[in-house]
């Protein structure tokens, strides 16, 4: 792999950029691997990296029906931060945050992880106190993360109206390493640096069946013929329970639309993340200008990766209330992404009842700020039949009753 | 030089100047004209700086896909960034500022980056992805902080809008989009036929291009004059709604449109208007009449101001009487662009040539032209063009067979270069829900594919196109194809009386097909694309997009991801089709095979402040007030938001000191509540009648303890649990009737549980007999709570509250104090406690006897903190608080409220499983801290060991911590695993960096353990 530099930039230009190479390679596929990995996500490059970095095998292939990073990971709203209550959410998501900060290099691809700051707002009593209750469990353990008053908040975001009058802000919890990153990046990222490893990247090919015998799993059906397999990882967000059908068992989760939005660039007006969850929106500004805004999930299960109005309407006017300067701003693009909504709004990274196969989704509403501990926790799991932070979100959990619930906290998105 | 021309311009009225001011310049127009036409007519042609590169821009086109001349418009609280000179009308006063430059637009500093970027291209697609990694830190303290301040595109706004904005909410039939000649003959036919038709025109003026080419005739008139008529036509019918500046933004599922109409920002600040107006239609069928984009041509330097789309150069000639330059030449790939050739020639505007792609050109266009003496280059094109700041001249040569112009070249001087790479339909709305494009080789367009549009609600197509949107450049053919839309869609939604408006006759002038042209290299530094560009804006060129190829970014959304092809404020609507066929050739694909990015809401961009609408200030989320609110205020109610309700939070009186402390007011709520009496407005409450035959069956699944054994006329307290065995409401039923319960609900989750109810019904349960209705509003209710209270209602009179008639948990109807009550025996204080209810037009009625006959009783009205602390004392749990979607009836000790009668209700399996019926879960207590005076702070974790630093494992956390006025010392509630087995231990709480506070594990009924104040 050539690497990326300024200097590789300035000598490839005097040719008139001729000389690049792919970025990642374009394979037929083999009729065998070891790990056959599902879905060409965040998650799945991640899974497919960290497994040939980590864990030296490199017998990797991940099958994409359409085009890599075009699921999730190219539709989010970027927000990276670890403040999370619950000890397991903690645990997977800092490990993320920590691997994010030095991605770029670790990958020679920059990913623009910029940690401008995550702030959630508490605009209730009750809000104040659940975000009071996660900064000391933050703090017990070892998640640089704070409570900041309503003035603090007006000197980190100056447009913000803390004054209300409807939902006054009364203070927040700011996580100052938590930031963005740029989403397409991270896909094309740990796509190079896989394939560069000598993981087979395989876009347009939809899986159409997967083929098991009493022992679990022996392959898969694509639309470019059958590939055997040893071990097969179903990371598919927004479609998993389709795939588990394929694989003959059943999930608890649900696949609904979740809406997001930009705005029409302009120079710089917000310096890091805002999350208001009482009055349901969350905004940052994109290094092209842009407002990144996050809206709800649409109230029915759709695989329509559609942008609906509801939820744009309900955003919006949160937004215009919490930052009045945007109402002369205009909406230029609005879509949606299709998420996997569990019980306990937590993940899944588990073994499943067909030996062999393992499946990661469930990320709901937060997923791209997982990408890098989700991939290296699955790539352990694969790897070596168990890995502790993958652990606690295992399927069974459901039979136990054993939740892992962020909803605590009123958060209505991660 | 560009200039107003002597006489013409349709749309303008050269009777009314306009004075409007840009870059701080006074200048001149007319009525009528836009920004973008006023500034050409003052030979304003640099009209920006591109994203990247920071080169001069100015106007390419005439309406919604001009990429380049966007401006800061207005001032204060009216100034808007990023707003297209095309789109913005002018009126008397306007000011207009360029964005992205410093310090001037004649001289930025930023344009540093052309100029390197001409030496060796080193701002390629995606650089940036390759390179500003080291330092790491770098990224965030220098690299980024620049590209930020770099990128954007105009400042943002500092003040808060002046303006209003508003929602009409409309069905109709059909729906037209577009007021062009096939829109206005679709809405034409399907009224005629019956149908409610809205028809809406994004600009202020009807007819589309019927307006500008005027060598058409429609019914043996002009095309403006045949759109007047059917307008005067359509204006006149009962079934018909019209608006102008009105652009449909998006479509979405089963017919829901979103139509967004600019109502005054032709004249800002006018009374008694919206600025904007959002229209939520739903429509029965729609018809998209969008027309069609002009394509550019991607050759090099195809960005200097003065190169232009020919239909934008012959509408600024031909509406506003404008003449973007004094000598043109033309480069197109069709027939079309010689009426824009000739278009200027009548005007008196020279054109130096005509360079056609084609080989061969026949047809009667290029006859016209070379009638007029204007010379006709068949196999032509431009090498590239010459000039900074403004076109000074082409160099021009022949075609190869590649698509390269090679051999000799000539140099033409010119100050306009208008070019027609051919035209591509808009396709945007019939895509937003789903309508599938086909592609059609011999138009070199993308077209609707009519068998697979969008569908409806019944899986029928609900979606017409037609005219150019739907492929047909011809006048009759749009004409018809309108008609037949029209009818149809009136046909599809019940309206056919058969009428087929007559077919006007149409003279126009054939067309020959086009050749498409989607990249023009030429020699040396220019073989590479790196000066071609497709999306302006964004600086894309071809050479950007076989880059992104090369890399493997093959994917259309790869590629403009990659590239930021399309992404700019216009969306890609000049670049998107023209780089994809860039990127077909380079992967050797076929454009079909290659297809579209996906299109997306909004077609332009719509302002934030219409999204809101009337949702601002007072009227966002407005608040739900009881009907004793203003009484409230006046008595020093300090408010908190409670679910949508505002509710008292506790009331501030005057002392002799001034005004009381929040924390002093709750004080004496609490210590006046427990020893005399207090007014607590419990309207806020939940309230759900669930009635019917099955109402306690339905009720015993509904709630974990069992509620269809209670006796009319007694209260129990009940536990909600939703399917995972977690407890998530609480609230006191009443058996109000034989049939009928009464329950009460947490304030904040009254429609949570509702809904919840009426989801088990309607799709679990759908055969019970039960029907729901929240009655919340219906009702005002105070608790009259404290030793006191019995002797207050008894001065009211009228109901016997004693305790042998109403004993605690028992419920009476009756005439308190001349008011229709209902009176329950509940308590959540633990003292002596009657809720009142009555109908809520009595509320206030209500409080006021209470509180004048609770005077002489010491009564005094208290908040939802004084309600909180007393609660705690008697360590009764609040949702919430105690419960956060993880806790159990059990881990509450609130097993008792659970059934182990009952054969099933909601969570009764999800608490048999493994993890909550296990030992050392969460459980509830109370602490003592070790000094009484410490409050600990909410949401505080107990850890198993005090370390030094993290991590320190957690064994449970604060639930609830108050000071007890009541009992002089601080109480808290707590969740910490193996609880009930730890009383008496001492927990340690690190609270801060260096501070651990010490409690001891008690029983959390701290007050009254018995319960005999509230059994009086």
Same mark, same amino acid.
């Given at each position: 792999?050539?690497?990326?530099?300024?200097?590789?930039?300035?000598?490839?230009?005097?040719?008139?950029?001729?000389?690049?190479?792919?970025?990642?390679?374009?394979?037929?596929?083999?009729?065998?691997?070891?790990?056959?990995?599902?879905?060409?996500?965040?998650?799945?490059?991640?899974?497919?990296?960290?497994?040939?970095?980590?864990?030296?095998?490199?017998?990797?292939?991940?099958?994409?029906?359409?085009?890599?990073?075009?699921?999730?990971?190219?539709?989010?709203?970027?927000?990276?931060? $670890?403040?999370?209550?619950?000890?397991?959410?903690?645990?997977?998501?800092?490990?993320?945050?920590?691997?994010?900060?030095?991605?770029?290099?670790?990958?020679?691809?920059?990913?623009?992880?910029?940690?401008?700051?995550?702030?959630?707002?508490?605009?209730? +009593?009750?809000?104040?106190?659940?975000?009071?209750?996660?900064?000391?469990?933050?703090?017990?353990?070892?998640?640089?993360?704070?409570?900041?008053?309503?003035?603090?908040?007006?000197?980190?975001?100056?447009?913000?109206?803390?004054?209300?009058?409807?939902?006054?802000?009364?203070?927040?919890?700011?996580?100052?390493?938590?930031?963005?990153?740029?989403? #397409?990046?991270?896909?094309?990222?740990?796509?190079?640096?896989?394939?560069?490893?000598?993981?087979?990247?395989? %876009?347009?090919?939809?899986?159409?069946?997967?083929?098991? #015998?009493?022992?679990?799993?022996?392959?898969?059906?694509?639309?470019?013929?059958?590939?055997?397999?040893?071990?097969?990882?179903?990371?598919?967000?927004?479609?998993?329970?389709?795939?588990? #059908?394929?694989?003959?068992?059943?999930?608890?989760?649900?696949?609904?639309?979740?809406?997001?939005?930009?705005?029409?660039?302009?120079?710089?007006?917000?310096?890091?993340?805002?999350?208001?969850?009482?009055?349901?929106?969350?905004?940052?500004?994109?290094?092209?200008?842009?407002?990144?805004?996050?809206?709800?999930?649409?109230?029915?299960?759709?695989?329509?990766?559609?942008?609906?109005?509801?939820?744009?309407?309900?955003?919006?006017?949160?937004?215009?209330?919490?930052?009045?300067?945007?109402?002369?701003?205009?909406?230029?693009?609005?879509?949606?992404?299709?998420? &996997?909504?569990?019980?306990?709004?937590?993940?899944?990274?588990?073994?499943?009842?067909?030996?062999?196969?393992?499946?990661?989704?469930?990320?709901?509403?937060?997923?791209?700020?997982?990408?890098?501990?989700?991939?290296?926790?699955?790539?352990?799991?694969?790897?070596?039949?168990?890995?502790?932070?993958?652990?606690?979100?295992?399927?069974?959990?459901?039979?136990?009753?054993?939740?892992?619930?962020?909803?605590?906290?009123?958060?209505?998105?991660? | 030089?560009?200039?107003?021309?002597?006489?013409?311009?349709?749309?303008?009225?050269?009777?009314?100047?306009?004075?409007?001011?840009?870059?701080?310049?006074?200048?001149?127009?007319?009525?009528?004209?836009?920004?973008?036409?006023?500034?050409?007519?003052?030979?304003?042609?640099?009209?920006?700086?591109?994203?990247?590169?920071?080169?001069?821009?100015?106007?390419?086109?005439?309406?919604?896909?001009?990429?380049? =001349?966007?401006?800061?418009?207005?001032?204060?609280?009216?100034?808007?960034?990023? %707003?297209?000179?095309?789109?913005?009308?002018?009126?008397?006063?306007?000011?207009?500022?360029?964005?992205?430059?410093?310090?001037?637009?004649?001289?930025?500093?930023?344009?540093?980056?052309?100029?390197?970027?001409?030496?060796?291209?080193?701002?390629?697609?995606?650089?940036?992805?390759?390179?500003?990694?080291?330092?790491?830190?770098?990224?965030?303290?220098?690299?980024?902080?620049?590209?930020?301040?770099?990128?954007?595109?105009? *400042?943002?706004?500092? +003040?808060?809008?002046?303006?209003?904005?508003?929602?009409?909410?409309?069905?109709?039939?059909?729906?037209?989009?577009?007021?062009?000649?096939?829109?206005?003959?679709?809405?034409?036919?399907?009224?005629? /036929?019956?149908?409610?038709?809205?028809?809406?025109?994004?600009?202020?003026?009807?007819?589309?291009?019927?307006?500008?080419?005027? +060598?058409?005739?429609?019914?043996?008139?002009?095309?403006?004059?045949?759109?007047?008529?059917?307008?005067?036509?359509?204006?006149?019918?009962?079934?018909?709604?019209?608006?102008?500046?009105?652009?449909?933004?998006?479509?979405?599922?089963?017919?829901?449109?979103?139509?967004?109409?600019?109502?005054?920002?032709?004249?800002?600040?006018?009374?008694?208007?919206?600025?904007?107006?959002?229209?939520?239609?739903?429509?029965?069928?729609?018809?998209?009449?969008?027309?069609?984009?002009?394509?550019?041509?991607?050759?090099?330097? /195809?960005?200097?101001?003065?190169?232009?789309?020919?239909?934008?150069?012959?509408?600024?000639?031909?509406?506003?009487?404008?003449?973007?330059?004094?000598?043109?030449?033309?480069?197109?790939?069709?027939?079309?662009?010689?009426?824009?050739?000739?278009?200027?020639?009548?005007?008196?505007?020279?054109?130096?040539?005509?360079?056609?792609?084609? =080989?061969?050109?026949?047809?009667?266009?290029?006859?016209?032209?070379?009638?007029?003496?204007?010379?006709?280059?068949?196999?032509?094109?431009?090498?590239?063009?010459?000039?900074? @700041?403004?076109?000074?001249?082409? +160099?021009?040569?022949?075609?190869?067979?590649?698509?390269?112009?090679?051999?000799?070249?000539?140099?033409?001087?010119? &100050?306009?270069?208008?070019?027609?790479?051919?035209?591509?339909?808009?396709?945007?709305?019939? $895509?937003?829900?789903?309508?599938?494009?086909?592609? #059609?080789?011999?138009?070199?367009?993308?077209?609707?594919?009519?068998?697979?549009?969008?569908?409806?609600? &019944?899986?029928?197509?609900?979606?017409?196109?037609?005219?150019?949107?739907?492929?047909?450049?011809?006048?009759?053919?749009?004409?018809?194809?309108?008609?037949?839309?029209?009818?149809?869609?009136?046909?599809?939604?019940?309206?056919?009386?058969?009428?087929?408006?007559?077919?006007?006759?149409?003279?126009?002038?054939? %067309?020959?097909?086009?050749?498409?042209?989607?990249?023009?290299?030429?020699?040396?530094?220019?073989?590479?694309?790196?000066?071609?560009?497709?999306?302006?804006?964004?600086?894309?060129?071809?050479?950007?997009?076989?880059?992104? =190829?090369?890399?493997?970014?093959?994917?259309?959304?790869?590629?403009?991801?990659?590239?930021?092809?399309?992404?700019?404020?216009?969306?890609?609507?000049?670049? /998107?089709?023209?780089?994809?066929?860039?990127?077909?050739?380079?992967?050797?694909?076929?454009?079909?095979?290659?297809?579209?990015?996906?299109?997306?809401?909004?077609?332009?961009?719509?302002?934030?402040?219409?999204?809101?609408?009337?949702?601002?200030?007072?009227?966002?989320?407005?608040?739900?007030?009881?009907?004793?609110?203003?009484?409230?205020?006046?008595?020093?109610?300090?408010?908190?938001?409670?679910?949508?309700?505002?509710?008292?939070?506790?009331?501030?009186?005057?002392?002799? !000191?001034?005004?009381?402390?929040?924390?002093?007011?709750?004080?004496?709520?609490?210590?006046?509540?427990?020893?005399?009496?207090?007014?607590?407005?419990?309207?806020?409450?939940?309230?759900?009648?669930?009635?019917?035959?099955?109402?306690?069956?339905?009720?015993?699944?509904?709630?974990?303890?069992?509620?269809?054994?209670?006796?009319?006329?007694?209260?129990?307290?009940?536990?909600?649990?939703?399917?995972?065995?977690?407890?998530?409401?609480?609230?006191?039923?009443?058996?109000?009737?034989?049939?009928?319960?009464?329950?009460?609900?947490?304030?904040?989750?009254?429609?949570?549980?509702?809904?919840?109810?009426?989801?088990?019904?309607?799709?679990?349960?759908?055969?019970?007999?039960?029907?729901?209705?929240?009655?919340?509003?219906?009702?005002?209710?105070?608790?009259?709570?404290?030793?006191?209270?019995?002797?207050?209602?008894?001065?009211?009179?009228?109901?016997?509250?004693?305790?042998?008639?109403?004993?605690?948990?028992?419920?009476?109807?009756?005439?308190?104090?001349?008011?229709?009550?209902?009176?329950?025996?509940?308590?959540?204080?633990?003292?002596?406690?009657?809720?009142?209810?009555?109908?809520? /037009?009595?509320?206030?009625?209500?409080?006021?006897?209470?509180?004048?006959?609770?005077?002489?009783?010491?009564?005094?009205?208290?908040?939802?903190?004084?309600?909180?602390?007393?609660?705690?004392?008697?360590?009764?749990?609040?949702?919430?608080?105690?419960?956060?979607?993880?806790?159990?009836?059990?881990?509450?000790?609130?097993?008792?409220?659970?059934?182990?009668?009952?054969?099933?209700?909601?969570? @009764?399996? =999800?608490?048999?499983?493994?993890?909550?019926?296990?030992?050392?879960?969460?459980?509830?207590?109370?602490?003592?801290?070790?000094?009484?005076? !410490?409050?600990?702070?909410?949401?505080?974790?107990?850890?198993?060991?005090?370390?030094?630093?993290?991590?320190?494992?957690?064994?449970?956390?604060?639930?609830?911590?108050?000071?007890?006025?009541?009992?002089?010392?601080?109480?808290?509630?707590?969740?910490?695993?193996?609880?009930?087995?730890?009383?008496?231990?001492?927990?340690?709480?690190?609270?801060? *960096?260096?501070?651990?506070?010490?409690?001891?594990?008690?029983?959390?009924?701290?007050?009254?353990?018995?319960?005999?104040?509230?059994?009086?």
């Amino acid at each position: 792999m050539k690497r990326y530099s300024a200097f590789a930039i300035a000598k490839e230009a005097l040719g008139y950029h001729v000389g690049w190479e792919r970025a990642w390679g374009n394979p037929e596929p083999k009729p065998e691997y070891e790990v056959v990995i599902v879905g060409a996500g965040g998650h799945g490059l991640a899974t497919a990296y960290y497994l040939a970095k980590n864990h030296g095998i490199t017998n990797v292939v991940v099958l994409e029906k359409g085009w890599l990073g075009g699921g999730n990971t190219g539709r989010n709203t970027t927000i990276i931060r $670890s403040n999370y209550l619950q000890d397991p959410s903690a645990e997977i998501f800092e490990l993320s945050r920590r691997l994010y900060e030095d991605l770029s290099q670790k990958l020679n691809f920059n990913i623009m992880f910029s940690p401008r700051g995550v702030l959630m707002l508490a605009q209730t +009593e009750h809000e104040l106190r659940a975000w009071e209750r996660t900064a000391h469990a933050n703090r017990l353990f070892g998640i640089e993360s704070e409570m900041v008053t309503p003035e603090r908040i007006k000197r980190i975001v100056p447009i913000i109206n803390i004054e209300g009058p409807r939902y006054p802000v009364l203070g927040g919890l700011w996580q100052a390493r938590g930031g963005t990153a740029r989403h #397409d990046a991270v896909a094309w990222g740990y796509a190079r640096a896989a394939s560069d490893l000598g993981v087979d990247i395989i %876009q347009q090919c939809e899986v159409t069946g997967i083929d098991r #015998d009493e022992h679990g799993v022996t392959g898969v059906r694509t639309s470019r013929g059958a590939i055997r397999c040893k071990k097969l990882c179903i990371v598919v967000a927004g479609h998993s329970g389709v795939l588990a #059908d394929m694989a003959g068992f059943r999930l608890p989760v649900e696949s609904v639309p979740l809406q997001a939005l930009v705005s029409e660039p302009i120079k710089p007006c917000i310096d890091c993340v805002v999350m208001a969850n009482t009055v349901h929106g969350y905004m940052s500004q994109s290094d092209k200008g842009e407002l990144v805004i996050g809206g709800g999930a649409d109230g029915y299960n759709a695989y329509t990766q559609r942008g609906s109005f509801q939820h744009v309407e309900e955003t919006v006017r949160a937004l215009t209330e919490t930052f009045p300067m945007i109402s002369r701003l205009r909406m230029l693009r609005q879509w949606g992404g299709i998420v &996997d909504m569990t019980g306990d709004r937590s993940p899944i990274i588990s073994k499943t009842p067909v030996p062999g196969i393992f499946i990661n989704c469930g990320w709901g509403t937060g997923g791209f700020k997982a990408i890098p501990g989700s991939g290296w926790a699955m790539a352990g799991l694969v790897a070596k039949g168990e890995d502790p932070v993958a652990g606690p979100f295992s399927l069974d959990r459901f039979t136990e009753g054993r939740m892992i619930d962020e909803s605590v906290a009123a958060a209505v998105a991660h | 030089m560009a200039h107003r021309l002597p006489s013409g311009g349709l749309v303008i009225d050269r009777s009314k100047p306009v004075e409007f001011t840009f870059n701080g310049q006074k200048l001149k127009g007319f009525e009528g004209d836009t920004l973008a036409s006023a500034l050409l007519a003052n030979d304003q042609v640099l009209l920006g700086r591109s994203f990247k590169y920071h080169r001069p821009r100015g106007l390419i086109a005439s309406g919604a896909e001009e990429p380049n =001349a966007l401006m800061g418009v207005g001032e204060g609280p009216r100034f808007e960034p990023n %707003q297209r000179a095309t789109g913005v009308e002018l009126h008397q006063g306007l000011t207009a500022r360029t964005q992205n430059h410093w310090p001037s637009l004649g001289f930025d500093v930023g344009a540093l980056n052309s100029w390197i970027a001409s030496r060796a291209p080193v701002f390629s697609a995606g650089f940036y992805y390759k390179t500003f990694m080291f330092p790491r830190v770098a990224w965030k303290h220098v690299f980024e902080p620049v590209i930020r301040r770099a990128a954007g595109l105009g *400042k943002p706004p500092k +003040e808060a809008d002046a303006d209003e904005y508003e929602h009409f909410h409309v069905h109709c039939d059909v729906l037209v989009v577009g007021g062009g000649i096939a829109g206005l003959s679709a809405a034409r036919a399907a009224a005629a /036929n019956g149908a409610r038709v809205l028809i809406c025109e994004q600009t202020p003026h009807w007819g589309g291009r019927a307006l500008v080419e005027t +060598e058409t005739q429609i019914g043996g008139m002009s095309g403006a004059d045949w759109v007047r008529g059917e307008v005067t036509a359509l204006s006149g019918m009962e079934n018909v709604t019209m608006r102008t500046r009105c652009m449909t933004s998006g479509l979405y599922d089963h017919g829901y449109a979103l139509l967004y109409e600019r109502v005054a920002d032709h004249v800002p600040g006018a009374e008694g208007t919206p600025r904007h107006r959002l229209w939520r239609v739903r429509a029965g069928r729609i018809v998209v009449a969008t027309g069609a984009l002009e394509r550019p041509i991607p050759f090099a330097n /195809n960005d200097v101001p003065g190169v232009m789309l020919a239909s934008a150069v012959r509408d600024y000639v031909r509406l506003w009487g404008v003449a973007p330059g004094e000598k043109a030449v033309v480069f197109t790939t069709n027939d079309d662009a010689y009426r824009t050739a000739l278009a200027l020639h009548e005007a008196g505007v020279a054109v130096a040539a005509v360079l056609d792609a084609r =080989a061969e050109v026949k047809g009667e266009l290029p006859a016209r032209a070379r009638a007029a003496g204007i010379e006709v280059r068949a196999g032509y094109g431009v090498a590239k063009v010459k000039g900074g @700041k403004r076109v000074k001249g082409v +160099e021009i040569g022949r075609l190869t067979g590649m698509g390269q112009v090679g051999g000799r070249r000539e140099e033409l001087a010119c &100050d306009l270069v208008a070019m027609s790479g051919g035209w591509s339909p808009v396709v945007h709305l019939w $895509s937003h829900c789903g309508g599938k494009l086909t592609w #059609d080789a011999e138009a070199a367009m993308f077209r609707p594919d009519p068998e697979r549009g969008p569908t409806g609600h &019944d899986g029928a197509v609900n979606t017409l196109a037609c005219g150019a949107a739907n492929g047909y450049l011809h006048t009759d053919l749009c004409l018809s194809d309108g008609r037949v839309a029209g009818m149809s869609a009136a046909s599809a939604t019940g309206h056919s009386r058969g009428e087929m408006p007559e077919a006007p006759e149409v003279q126009a002038i054939p %067309q020959a097909h086009p050749r498409p042209l989607w990249f023009m290299p030429a020699r040396g530094k220019y073989a590479h694309g790196t000066k071609h560009f497709l999306d302006y804006q964004n600086d894309v060129t071809a050479a950007d997009v076989q880059l992104a =190829a090369r890399e493997g970014y093959e994917s259309v959304e790869h590629a403009k991801r990659y590239t930021t092809l399309g992404m700019a404020t216009d969306q890609g609507k000049t670049s /998107n089709i023209n780089g994809l066929a860039i990127l077909a050739d380079q992967i050797g694909a076929e454009i079909p095979q290659v297809g579209t990015t996906t299109f997306r809401p909004p077609y332009t961009p719509i302002s934030f402040g219409a999204i809101t609408g009337r949702a601002r200030g007072p009227l966002f989320k407005a608040v739900r007030k009881t009907p004793m609110h203003d009484r409230h205020a006046a008595n020093g109610a300090d408010f908190e938001p409670v679910g949508d309700w505002e509710r008292p939070y506790c009331f501030r009186r005057m002392t002799p !000191e001034g005004r009381e402390s929040r924390a002093q007011a709750v004080t004496r709520e609490i210590l006046n509540a427990r020893q005399k009496v207090g007014l607590l407005d419990a309207s806020t409450l939940g309230k759900i009648v669930v009635k019917g035959p099955d109402a306690g069956k339905f009720l015993d699944l509904v709630y974990t303890n069992m509620m269809s054994t209670l006796k009319p006329g007694r209260c129990r307290y009940g536990l909600m649990c939703n399917e995972n065995g977690f407890l998530f409401d609480d609230g006191v039923v009443v058996r109000t009737g034989e049939d009928e319960f009464l329950c009460h609900t947490t304030s904040g989750g009254a429609d949570r549980v509702h809904a919840h109810m009426e989801e088990w019904l309607q799709t679990e349960w759908w055969d019970f007999q039960v029907y729901t209705q929240q009655v919340t509003d219906q009702w005002a209710q105070v608790a009259v709570a404290g030793p006191n209270a019995r002797k207050v209602l008894e001065k009211l009179g009228g109901v016997d509250v004693s305790d042998a008639a109403l004993p605690f948990m028992s419920y009476v109807e009756g005439t308190l104090g001349g008011l229709p009550a209902r009176i329950f025996r509940i308590s959540f204080s633990g003292e002596l406690s009657y809720e009142v209810a009555v109908p809520a /037009n009595l509320g206030l009625a209500l409080w006021e006897k209470l509180a004048e006959a609770g005077e002489e009783f010491g009564a005094m009205p208290y908040g939802t903190e004084a309600l909180h602390v007393m609660r705690a004392e008697k360590g009764f749990i609040m949702i919430g608080d105690e419960t956060d979607g993880t806790v159990t009836p059990q881990d509450l000790a609130l097993g008792w409220a659970v059934s182990k009668k009952k054969a099933d209700f909601i969570g @009764k399996r =999800a608490q048999e499983r493994a993890f909550l019926a296990a030992k050392g879960r969460k459980q509830l207590v109370g602490l003592a801290t070790e000094d009484p005076a !410490e409050v600990l702070p909410d949401g505080a974790h107990a850890v198993k060991e005090v370390k030094a630093k993290s991590r320190m494992i957690t064994i449970g956390h604060v639930t609830s911590s108050y000071f007890s006025p009541t009992l002089g010392r601080s109480i808290a509630m707590a969740l910490i695993e193996g609880g009930s087995e730890r009383m008496g231990e001492v927990l340690s709480f690190p609270v801060a *960096k260096d501070k651990v506070v010490k409690a001891t594990v008690v029983d959390p009924v701290f007050y009254d353990k018995e319960g005999e104040r509230q059994n009086v």
